[in-house]
Structures are given as C-alpha cells and as structure tokens.
C-alpha cells in the first residue's frame, strides 16, 4: 500500500472511532449539542492514541507495500484493538480523573468500537481490492 493509502486508513479509523464514540454520547444523552467535537475529546482522544499505537505495533497498518487479505486485515484490526480499547479506557480514567472502568463499559467498547473499525476497514479494503 501507498503511505497516502496507509494515512487514508488511519485517517478513517479515527473517524470510525469518533462516530462510536458520539453515537455512545448520543445514547447516554451526554453529547455535548454546543461543541459535540470538543465534548467527545475526553473519551476519543485515549481510544485514539492508544489505538494507533497498538495498530502500528501490530502491523494493523500494512508496511511491505502490498494490501493483505481481508482476514489478515481484520485479524489484525481485532488484534491490536483487543490492546488498545483497555489501555485507551485506562487512559480516560486518569485522564478524568475517574476511580474505574465499569465491566459492561469496557465490553461494549470492545464490542462496539471493533464492529466500527471492521466495518470501515471492510469498505476501505473493497475500494482497494477494486484498485
């Protein structure tokens, strides 16, 4: 893959993971209506960081120049996340200043923010498979 192909997936995995994390927001009715961008910051921003570590530590972010097999693709993707959604959520809770992680939060993190991602990086391998 192109490194403009490769910024276009991280590009699109932060997007997947600031739409999970609005649409949590909009559900629990804490959506910030005057600045939702801002608002979602606190909760995003943790995920993020510490996803695109983990995705370029584990090679979720292709590096020899060739687009992998869709299940290579997402194995990878549930991989890395497996790491990131934990130590992201650690992060928001120092950064929060909070005293825990609820159990079901957490699992609907991983549940929720993984079903975002493989779904983008589903699309994003169809349009480049088409290439």
Do not use: C, E
């Not at 079901?104 to 088409?130: P, Q």
């Amino acid at each position: 893959m192109k490194r403009s192909h490769t910024l276009i997936l991280a590009a699109g995995d932060l997007l997947a993971l600031l739409l999970f994390v609005w649409l949590g927001q909009v559900d629990h009715q804490t959506l910030d209506r005057a600045n939702p961008l801002l608002g979602a910051l606190p909760t995003v921003a943790p995920l993020a960081g510490a996803w695109l570590i983990a995705a370029w530590l584990l090679k979720a972010y292709p590096r020899d120049g060739a687009l992998p097999r869709l299940p290579v693709l997402l194995g990878r993707t549930t991989a890395a996340w497996l790491i990131a959604a934990p130590i992201g959520l650690m992060l928001r809770v120092f950064w929060l200043d909070l005293v825990t992680i609820p159990a079901l939060f957490l699992l609907v993190t991983l549940a929720g923010g993984a079903l975002f991602l493989w779904i983008w990086r589903s699309v994003f391998w169809l349009i480049m498979r088409r290439r």
